[in-house]
Each structure stands twice: as C-alpha cells, then as structure tokens.
T-cell receptor, first 112, second 109 residues
C-alpha cells in the first residue's frame, strides 16, 4: 500500500521561471493539502483540495495555484519564482478534513 | 489567526523522560496534532487529541487542556532515534492544522 508520493525529489529553477510539483495521495485518501517548509520552520499551509476544488487557502499569493484530478492526485504550480520560494514543498493527504494527515517526502525546490 | 508557542530546543539523556510543552491560541478549536520530523524527512503523525486528558500510545503520550490552550507530548524511555523535531499543530475552525516552528529534541548517550 503506497503512501504519499511526490515528484520530483529535487528541483533547481531560476528567478521568474514557473514550476509544477506533483503528488499522489495515500490509497483511499481523497483530500490533498500542500505546505511550504522553510529551513528551521514548521510547514506553512498553502491550500487544500477536495473533490477537485480548492477548499481552503493559506496566506500565499496568487502565484501559487493548484489542481486536483479525478483520481485525487494533485499538482502545485508556482509562477514567477522568487528567491524566497526556495523551500521544501510537502504534500499531505487525508480521508476528509480534520483527520491525521500523511505526508510525502517532499520536493526540495531551489531558486537561483 | 493562530499563535503557537513551543520551546525551540531541548536536550535529554537516553533512557530518560522528556515533556515538550505547547501553548496555542486559535480561532475555534477542533483538535491538536503532534508530528515527529527527522532532519531531511517528512513529518510523521504521532497523536491527535480532541478532548481534554491524556492519550497514551506506547512510549509516547499526549495531553490536552482546551480551557488553558495547552498541550504536551511526553516521551518515555528515550532512545537515540527519538532525536528529531516535534511539531505541535492545533486545528482551528477551518479544520486545517497550523504548525508551530517545532521543538528540536537532542537525545545524547
């Protein structure tokens, strides 16, 4: 039974570029959340998807957008990358809201 | 909004007991999660408290007092592998857990 899988593992981009990160939830889970974790900080909530709709959104600009597909997998898109976007991006899945979230290993994004 | 306060770093000896405290303020409250995160790895779920009291799960226990906005994680019989960051995450009215900066626990021989 596969857990949450994310791709790619690492990514290097330059300022102004765009990036797409991908996530497959744990089998049986229907809710996907995305977090940004800077070094030495806790994960910061970006947004949550359920039934292919963005259900909740954290304090992130519109440059951050996402999508959820019918098979519950999800993508995080970031446009016009800034140096400050360098971080570990974590995907977490759960069965519904307010249930323990299971995290993927994350994508480490570096902006040069 | 939500404010979460937990110590930045703690050290303890192998075999000992350590208590990691967390105080929080939330807009609404639906429960509190504790996660463990080893360096360079993803957070892993430890516990979830909805009602007041102590929840015990093996060497780890978690306590919640909703009226005081207070929780703690108790780790017994510490092992070297328990060296990690421990994240307190209350869930508010939106049902989205908000993570604190975490407490870095260092276990030494």
């Amino acid at each position: 039974d596969a857990g949450v899988t994310q791709s790619p593992t690492h990514l290097i981009k330059t300022r102004g570029q765009q990036v797409t990160l991908r996530c497959s939830p744990k089998s049986g889970h229907d809710t996907v959340s995305w977090y940004q974790q800077a070094l030495g900080q806790g994960p910061q909530f970006i947004f949550q998807y359920y039934e292919e709709e963005e259900r909740q959104r954290g304090n992130f600009p519109d440059r951050f957008s996402g999508h959820q597909f019918p098979n519950y997998s999800s993508e995080l898109n970031v446009n016009a990358l800034l140096l400050g976007d360098s971080a570990l991006y974590l995907c977490a899945s759960s069965l519904g809201a307010n249930q323990p979230q299971h995290f993927g290993d994350g994508t480490r994004l570096s902006i040069l | 909004g939500q404010n979460i306060d937990q110590p930045t770093e703690m050290t303890a000896t192998e075999g000992a007991i350590v208590q990691i405290n967390c105080t929080y303020q939330t807009s609404g409250f639906n429960g509190l999660f504790w996660y463990q995160q080893h360096a360079g790895e993803a957070p892993t779920f430890l516990s979830y408290n909805v009602l007041d009291g102590l929840e015990e799960k093996g060497r780890f226990s978690s306590f919640l007092s909703r009226s005081k906005g207070y929780s703690y994680l108790l780790l017994k019989e510490l092992q070297m592998k328990d060296s990690a960051s421990y994240l307190c995450a209350p869930s508010g009215g939106s049902y989205i857990p908000t993570f604190g900066r975490g407490t870095s626990l260092i276990v030494h021989p």
